[in-house]
T-cell receptor, first 116, second 113 residues
Framework: AQSVAQPEDQVNVAEGNPLTVKCTYS??????LFWYVQYPNRGLQFLLK??????LVKGSYGFEAEFNKSQTSFHLKKPSALVSDSALYFC??????????????FGQGTILTVHP | KAGVTQTPRYLIKTRGQQVTLSCSPI?????VSWYQQTPGQGLQFLFE???????NKGNFPGRFSGRQFSNSRSEMNVSTLELGDSALYLC????????????FGPGTRLLVL
């Protein structure tokens, strides 16, 4: 079975400072990892994904994530936070095989608040 | 391309009733997945359809069902509604349901009274 943990329910940063939202995963075989963001009363917006290749993945709105196989982590980062980045962030993993068709397993989410 | 659309956006039902939610995927996408989002349980996978066939199912009771039409549009149905079914129901589409990105609709907010 696959699982995702986001150890921080909430992350607070000042505008202009770097931000990190943490994610660790557990899956059999090679992981397929995703980050999504959710604004109030909205669906999920795709930010970036890791399938294979470079461990540093660049995504939308200046976000990037670093895949670390030995630590089974996929932390989301941004060099300079904006107030408009304040939202709920989800890490997700997809496993292999037929039991994973169309199925993403999500972490519980991290509320990011960027203070002016 | 138009994004994933879901109708209706909001629903209020009473216990014991049934409800049908609709999802239109991005044009060309053949896989549609459904998720339930609640404050207590987070985002949980309901089921996935591809080419009118259910390929995967989450751990939900049989009251939750779905189907997919030949144009890839999908519906999910919840019968005999319970208070605990109050949630945001999200659908997502992708090309094949494999490792491509899933794109989510805005969701249907269901309130069961």
């Amino acid at each position: 079975a696959q699982s995702v943990a986001q150890p921080e329910d909430q992350v607070n940063v000042a505008e202009g400072n770097p931000l990190t939202v943490k994610c660790t995963y557990s899956v059999s075989g090679n992981p397929y990892l995703f980050w999504y963001v959710q604004y109030p009363n909205r669906g999920l917006q795709f930010l970036l994904k890791y399938i294979t290749g470079d461990n540093l993945v660049k995504g939308s709105y200046g976000f990037e994530a670093e895949f670390n196989k030995s630590q089974t982590s996929f932390h989301l980062k941004k060099p300079s936070a904006l107030v408009s980045d304040s939202a709920l962030y989800f890490c997700a993993v997809r496993g292999l095989g037929g039991t994973s068709y169309g199925k993403l397993t999500f972490g519980q989410g991290t509320i990011l608040t960027v203070h002016p | 391309k138009a994004g994933v659309t879901q109708t209706p956006r909001y629903l209020i039902k009473t216990r014991g009733q049934q409800v049908t939610l609709s999802c239109s995927p991005i044009s060309g996408h053949r896989s549609v997945s459904w998720y339930q989002q609640t404050p207590g349980q987070g985002l949980q996978f309901l089921f996935e359809y591809f080419s009118e066939t259910q390929r995967n199912k989450g751990n939900f009771p049989g009251r939750f069902s779905g189907r997919q039409f030949s144009n890839s549009r999908s519906e999910m149905n919840v019968s005999t509604l319970e208070l605990g079914d109050s949630a945001l129901y999200l659908c997502a589409s992708s090309s094949t349901g494999s490792v491509e990105t899933q794109y989510f609709g805005p969701g249907t907010r269901l309130l069961v009274l």
